[in-house]
C-alpha cells in the first residue's frame, strides 16, 4: 500500500512536506535543548570553579598565603592549571594555561572561554580589592567533571531522522487509506463485475465520503442506474417489436431485408423469396416509393386470398433504409 500510494505525485510531494516540516522542528528542539546543556555545563563548571576559589582564599589575603593555596588546586583532579595576575605581571602559572586571558582592560568580574573541542573550560575570576593579585585563572577538565551534551545532540542526529522518516510512512499508509485503497476496491469491482456491471450497485462505504473516490464512485454508479434503466427500456422495445401481432420490417432501397419480426416473417407474401432476404415486389415498391418521395406513405399489400395489411413506410434517408409498420389487417370481404 506504501509503495502504491509513493507512485502518486500529490503524495510525494505531501511526504516530503512533511518529513521535511517534522526534521527542521526536531532539530530546532534539539539545537535548544543542545544550548540549554550547554549553558548548565558552563554554569556547573563555573559555580564548582568558584567553589574551589572561595576555599584557596579563605584563610587570608596574605600573598604567600594564596600562592600556596592555588598552587595546591593543581591537586584536584579536575584541575589542569591555575594562574594568578597582578596588572600585567604573573607570579604564579602552573599547569596547562591560555595566553592573554582574560583580556587587558576587561570590566568583567568573571569570564570563561573553552577551548575548540569544547571539553577544557579557562574560568578568570576577579578578585577582592582588598586582596594581593588581581585575577585567578583556572583551567578544567570539563569532560572529566561534566560529560558533553547529548539529549540535544541524539535529538538532533538520531531522533530527528527517524521521527521525520516515520512520519513520512505514516503519511504515505494514509493516503494510501483514504485514497489508494478506494481506488482498488473501485478497479476491483468494475472488474469483478465485467458484463453485468448494470445489475450490481456499487457498496455503499465507497459512497459515503467526501472525497473525490467516493465522488467518482457516485458517478460510477449514476452511470451504473442511467445504463441499467437505459437497457430496461431497451429490452422493453425489443420484447414489444418482437411480441407484437403487427408486422415490422426494416430494408434497404434494394429490397434487401434488415429486420423483420416474429409477425412479418409469419406472413410468406411479404417475402421475394424462401430465404426471406429480399421483400415481396409489391412491398419493396412501396419503399421505393416512401424513400424517392421522401414522405410517409401508405400501402395495402394483400398476404394471402383473404387478408390485406395497411403498412405505413417511413424513409430514413441518412441511414438508407425503409422501416414499414404494418397497423391495419383486415379480412378482404369487409372492403366489399
Known amino acids: 500500500m506504501i509503495k502504491l500510494a509513493w507512485q502518486s505525485k500529490n503524495a510525494r510531494k505531501a511526504t516530503w512536506i512533511i518529513m521535511g516540516l517534522s526534521f527542521i522542528l526536531l532539530v530546532a528542539l534539539g539545537s535548544l535543548l543542545r544550548h540549554q546543556e550547554e549553558q548548565l555545563r558552563e554554569t556547573t563548571l563555573t559555580t564548582f570553579a568558584r567553589t574551589l576559589a572561595s576555599t584557596a582564599l579563605s584563610s587570608g589575603g596574605e600573598a604567600d598565603d594564596i600562592l600556596l593555596k ?10 589542569l592549571g591555575v594562574k594568578l595576575q597582578q ?6 602559572s602552573v599547569g596547562e594555561t591560555r595566553d592573554n586571558f582574560p583580556p587587558p582592560r576587561t570590566t568583567h568580574l568573571q569570564l570563561t572561554q573553552w577551548d575548540q573541542n569544547k571539553t ?8 577582592q580589592d582588598g586582596l594581593a593579585f588581581d585575577w585567578l585563572i583556572l583551567r578544567l577538565n570539563g569532560g572529566h567533571l561534566m560529560a558533553h551534551p547529548f539529549w540535544g545532540s541524539l535529538l538532533n542526529w538520531v531522533v530527528a531522522p527517524i521521527i521525520s522518516l516515520l512520519l513520512g510512512l505514516t503519511s504515505l499508509w494514509l493516503y494510501a487509506i483514504f485514497h ?3 481506488q482498488q476496491r473501485l478497479q476491483e469491482f468494475l472488474k469483478s463485475n465485467s458484463g453485468k456491471f448494470a445489475s450490481t450497485p456499487i457498496a455503499q462505504e465507497l459512497t459515503q465520503k467526501d472525497d473525490d473516490n467516493a465522488l467518482l464512485a457516485k458517478q460510477i454508479e449514476a ?3 442511467e445504463i441499467s434503466e437505459a437497457k430496461a427500456a431497451s429490452d422493453f422495445q425489443a420484447r414489444f417489436l418482437h411480441e407484437t401481432p403487427y408486422a415490422l420490417l426494416r430494408c434497404s432501397v434494394n429490397r434487401k431485408v434488415l429486420y423483420a419480426n416474429v409477425a412479418a416473417k409469419n406472413q410468406t407474401a411479404l417475402f421475394g423469396d424462401d430465404s426471406k432476404e429480399f421483400v415481396a415486389p409489391a412491398l419493396a415498391e412501396l419503399v421505393r416509393k416512401a424513400f424517392y418521395e421522401s414522405k410517409e406513405v401508405f400501402g395495402d399489400i394483400r398476404c394471402n386470398d383473404a387478408t390485406l395489411i395497411t403498412f405505413r413506410a417511413i424513409p430514413v434517408l441518412d441511414a438508407g433504409y425503409v422501416n414499414l409498420y404494418g397497423e391495419v389487417s383486415r379480412h378482404i370481404e369487409d372492403e366489399v
Open 223 to 225: 452511470l451504473r442506474v
Open 70 to 79: 592555588v598552587n595546591d588546586l593543581l591537586n584536584v583532579d579536575a584541575v
Open 87 to 92: 596588572a600585567k605581571d604573573i607570579p604564579l
Open 120 to 127: 577544557k573550560l579557562d574560568i578568570a575570576l576577579r578578585l
Open 180 to 182: 489508494v485503497r478506494p
